[in-house]
């Protein structure tokens, strides 16, 4: 049996949906903020699988070329989470010594980023600061470097295809339509034609 959790104040029948531009401005002033605190880091570590993309980027705002990733899985659908997180890919650099930029898209329970923080402390870093671009009000971690607050489900452009199969799968099991579904994602932002085509993907991969 799957046992999951659901935030107890999160809102995700409220969807915050930042576009590609959006993201990145953000992680502008991300970037801005780290360079004003004159932290740094000897290596930038992405969380798999949302802090990838926004730790690449940084990587190049920085320009810092060194760039490792982890892998900490909690998440199992939209605002559920499995009861606590697991490392399942331990960092993929030595980081024995070495001041880490730990990078996540959002600090939403918080509890994978204290999770990847003491994996990252027990390898010998030296100093870990850790950067999000969202952080939820009730989130157990507070990153050293964050952008905006929000108790909403965040849909970031990487992750628009699971999102929509979510949903889909979320509403039908409340016995509401695709159709309904449908209109929900676009409602909160998302491009018709895309949630459109993805949701066509969907169907055919069901049958």
């Given at each position: 049996?799957?046992?999951?959790?659901?935030?107890?104040?999160?809102?995700?029948?409220?969807?915050?949906?930042?576009?590609?531009?959006?993201?990145?401005?953000?992680?502008?002033?991300?970037?801005?903020?780290?360079?004003?605190?004159?932290?740094?880091?000897?290596?930038?570590?992405?969380?798999?699988r949302?802090?990838?993309?926004?730790?690449?980027?940084?990587?190049?705002?920085?320009?810092?070329?060194?760039?490792?990733?982890?892998?900490?899985?909690?998440?199992?659908?939209?605002?559920?989470?499995?009861?606590?997180?697991?490392?399942?890919?331990?960092v993929s650099v030595r980081v024995k010594d070495k001041q880490i930029l730990l990078v996540d898209d959002l600090a939403d329970s918080g509890k994978s980023l204290k999770l990847v923080n003491e994996h990252l402390k027990n390898q010998g870093a030296s100093e870990i600061r850790i950067a999000?671009?969202?952080?939820?009000?009730?989130?157990?971690?507070?990153?050293?470097?964050?952008?905006?607050?929000t108790n909403h489900w965040i849909v970031f452009p990487w992750e628009l295809k699971e999102t929509v199969r979510k949903t889909v799968e979320k509403f039908t099991a409340k016995q509401k339509s695709i159709q309904v579904a449908k209109e929900k994602l676009i409602s909160s932002g998302l491009d018709r034609t895309i949630v459109e085509q993805l949701i066509k993907e969907i169907i055919g991969e069901q049958r």
């Amino acid at each position: 049996m799957k046992h999951t959790n659901t935030q107890p104040h999160s809102s995700e029948d409220k969807l915050e949906t930042p576009s590609w531009e959006q993201v990145y401005s953000l992680l502008l002033k991300l970037a801005n903020s780290i360079q004003k605190s004159n932290f740094k880091p000897d290596i930038i570590v992405g969380v798999s699988r949302g802090g990838w993309i926004p730790a690449r980027i940084l990587s190049d705002l920085l320009e810092k070329h060194e760039l490792a990733n982890v892998t900490a899985q909690f998440y199992v659908g939209i605002g559920e989470t499995k009861p606590e997180p697991t490392i399942t890919q331990p960092v993929s650099v030595r980081v024995k010594d070495k001041q880490i930029l730990l990078v996540d898209d959002l600090a939403d329970s918080g509890k994978s980023l204290k999770l990847v923080n003491e994996h990252l402390k027990n390898q010998g870093a030296s100093e870990i600061r850790i950067a999000t671009i969202y952080r939820k009000p009730w989130s157990i971690t507070t990153p050293h470097y964050c952008v905006k607050e929000t108790n909403h489900w965040i849909v970031f452009p990487w992750e628009l295809k699971e999102t929509v199969r979510k949903t889909v799968e979320k509403f039908t099991a409340k016995q509401k339509s695709i159709q309904v579904a449908k209109e929900k994602l676009i409602s909160s932002g998302l491009d018709r034609t895309i949630v459109e085509q993805l949701i066509k993907e969907i169907i055919g991969e069901q049958r």
